[in-house]
């Protein structure tokens, strides 16, 4: 049943905003005026996720991108000369979509859901001081962050992680089907447990003991950024112009394009960090998550702000856990 406070196109005050919504259960989308009224009709397309009993989680994100499209072209059908100022869209939170150069999807989107990566949880939790790494990332180890899920796919999948050029969030990925633009909210990259809530960029220690590179992962902005809506890609809305056109015969106005998750953790940047615990290594008050040897004694690299200790241990380099 609509609102009461649901108006017609012609009650709206400009300018619109488009709103999309990828839930668990189905994608949705509803116009609003500047008034934060919902306009006209809204538009959902359901979907489920595939699942099994090893833990599976999926959604094919293709099928995702589809559903954006056909919600934005029932939205935008009935505009006739009005405009859509901006877009905004949320998705379920934690899930990773790898791709390759070309920007096809070398995997399907694993959810939040999917816990295939179980298994990586005790060796992640025996390297790394999960009090640190929640005091850093405001996350701990856990099946539906990235890191489990980046060792696992290492283990399970080495053929996927030699072809990925990045790693995606759902919604970031259907950003860069509709825009061509490779990019993600702070709120969503917090989301993967990767991010440095004191400075809300990716933790590059924490990257780089995952097994990838900063180059592979999205850039994160904290402000509004301006996008085109993408022309000539595939799939694209018939109706795409809509978004974003001017006066006739005038060249199409940038669109603003909004993604994040569903639940933002905290990631305001913070002036520092908590003071280290008893017994950890120094480097814990600069930017090291590892797990230290008692009285390990060791500092932070002035110029890396690495443990200085890690790099003579065994195991790659990386700190065997406490003794």
Do not use: N
């Not at 919504?21 to 934060?36: I, N, Q």
């Not at 090893?54 to 072209?73: A, C, L, N, R, Y």
């Not at 539906?144 to 696992?152: E, I």
């Not at 030699?162 to 490779?182: E, N, P």
């Amino acid at each position: 049943m609509a609102a009461d406070f649901d108006i017609e196109l012609q009650d709206a005050v400009d300018p619109l905003v488009l709103a999309l919504d990828v839930g668990s259960t189905a994608s949705r989308g509803a116009l609003y005026d500047a008034l934060g009224r919902p306009v006209g009709r809204r538009a959902k397309v359901a979907h489920s996720f595939t699942t099994a009993t090893d833990g599976t989680s999926e959604i094919d994100p293709d099928q995702v991108v589809e559903e954006i499209t056909t919600i934005v072209d029932r939205l935008t059908e009935t505009l006739g000369e009005r405009t859509v100022a901006g877009v905004a869209m949320d998705t379920f939170a934690s899930s990773m979509v790898v791709v390759g150069a070309d920007g096809a999807p070398l995997t399907p989107c694993f959810t939040y859901a999917d816990s295939r990566c179980r298994k990586q949880i005790a060796a992640l939790r025996e390297e790394l001081d999960d009090e640190a790494l929640q005091q850093r990332t405001g996350t701990r180890v856990h099946v539906s962050y990235w890191p489990a899920r980046l060792r696992w796919l290492a283990d399970q999948r080495p053929e996927v992680v030699a072809g990925a050029a990045h790693y995606l969030s759902l919604g970031d990925y259907v950003l860069h089907r509709l825009t061509g633009t490779l990019g993600t909210g702070t709120s969503t990259a917090s989301w993967t447990g990767m991010v440095d809530r004191h400075t809300a960029t990716w933790y590059p220690e924490l990257v780089e003991i995952c097994g990838i590179t900063p180059d592979q992962l999205p850039r994160s902005t904290t402000s509004t950024t301006r996008w085109r809506w993408r022309r000539g890609g595939r799939p694209r809305s018939p109706r795409a112009g809509r978004l974003s056109r001017g006066p006739a015969g005038s060249p199409p106005s940038p669109t603003g394009w909004l993604p994040t998750s569903a639940w933002v953790p905290t990631t305001r940047p913070r002036s520092a960090p908590p003071a280290r615990p008893p017994g950890r290594c120094g480097s814990w008050s600069g930017r090291c998550p590892r797990s230290c040897r008692p009285g390990c004694g060791a500092t932070a690299s002035p110029t890396t702000g690495r443990c200085s200790a890690a790099r003579s241990t065994t195991s790659g380099g990386r700190w065997p856990g406490p003794t």
